[in-house]
């Protein structure tokens, strides 16, 4: 059988054992979405939010993209996190990498990937930032490891210097920002980092909003 009739069949039993479970599981959901959480992970497919959350349906907001970057100029990333930050009003953005990242090890070789190595140029920043550290590993498993977490730090940084989360912070104090590494070799999460309104942000990165700022949102991010 062709392999994708697989994940329609298997949408119609799914569909059947949330019924059973729970008659208004759809229809509860069908006009509005209020997740607590919104997700920056990597599109690796061994790393699905829900499944290693244990989460439904409705619970986070998902941005995935290759090695869970937050890029200042992705308005893709900027349109999620504005959505997520203003008008769903997540209590929690969680950074979520996972060891074994293939983009980071990509990042960490030499190789000419083509127009990848633009995106990838982003983790050779961190790389940059936390040379030394990094440098001083000679076991490659472990700088690798020790990469792919300076690299979810380096997104909750990136999250921090937005204008939209410290419009949100300055507003009311959320959201929290979470960094987390998932460990595909034994499912485990590893709780890296949190920044919240009380944390420090470096000066050069810090806005002052005025009151009118603050009280309204503007089009502009
Ligand atoms: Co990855």
Same mark, same amino acid.
């Given at each position: 059988?062709? =392999?994708? !009739?697989? @994940?329609? %069949?298997? &949408? *119609?039993?799914?569909?059947?054992? #949330?019924?059973?479970? /729970?008659?208004?599981?759809?229809?509860?959901?069908?006009?509005?979405?209020?997740?607590?959480?919104?997700?920056?992970?990597?599109?690796?497919?061994?790393?699905?939010?829900?499944?290693?959350?244990?989460?439904?349906?409705?619970?986070?907001?998902?941005?995935?993209?290759?090695?869970?970057?937050?890029?200042?100029?992705?308005?893709?990333?900027?349109?999620?996190?504005?959505?997520?930050?203003?008008?769903?009003?997540?209590?929690?953005?969680?950074?979520?990498?996972?060891?074994?990242?293939?983009?980071?090890?990509?990042?960490? =070789?030499? !190789?000419? @990937?083509? %127009?990848? &190595? *633009?995106?990838?140029?982003?983790? #050779?920043?961190?790389? /940059?930032?936390?040379?030394?550290?990094?440098?001083?590993?000679?076991?490659?498993?472990?700088?690798?490891?020790?990469?792919?977490?300076?690299?979810?730090?380096?997104?909750?940084?990136?999250?921090?210097?937005?204008?939209?989360?410290?419009?949100?912070?300055?507003?009311?104090?959320?959201?929290?920002?979470?960094?987390?590494?998932?460990?595909?070799?034994?499912?485990?999460?590893?709780?890296?980092?949190?920044?919240?309104?009380?944390?420090?942000?470096?000066?050069?990165?810090?806005?002052?909003?005025?009151?009118?700022?603050?009280?309204?949102?503007?089009?502009?991010?």
């Amino acid at each position: 059988m062709d =392999s994708y !009739k697989k @994940l329609l %069949l298997s &949408n *119609k039993a799914w569909v059947k054992e #949330k019924l059973e479970i /729970r008659p208004d599981f759809f229809s509860r959901m069908a006009n509005e979405q209020n997740p607590e959480f919104m997700w920056i992970g990597c599109s690796d497919s061994r790393v699905p939010a829900e499944d290693i959350t244990g989460t439904e349906p409705g619970e986070i907001f998902v941005h995935r993209n290759i090695a869970n970057l937050v890029v200042h100029t992705d308005f893709n990333l900027l349109s999620v996190l504005q959505f997520a930050v203003e008008v769903l009003e997540v209590k929690h953005i969680i950074v979520c990498g996972h060891y074994g990242c293939g983009g980071v090890k990509h990042a960490l =070789s030499s !190789k000419h @990937l083509g %127009l990848i &190595n *633009k995106w990838l140029r982003h983790i #050779k920043d961190v790389y /940059r930032i936390h040379e030394r550290e990094l440098d001083s590993l000679k076991n490659e498993e472990e700088k690798l490891n020790r990469f792919i977490e300076l690299n979810v730090i380096e997104q909750v940084q990136n999250l921090v210097e937005t204008s939209i989360v410290q419009r949100s912070w300055a507003r009311k104090k959320m959201p929290f920002i979470h960094g987390w590494v998932y460990d595909i070799k034994n499912g485990n999460i590893n709780d890296l980092c949190l920044m919240t309104s009380e944390s420090h942000v470096d000066k050069i990165y810090k806005f002052d909003f005025t009151d009118e700022q603050i009280k309204h949102y503007s089009e502009e991010v």
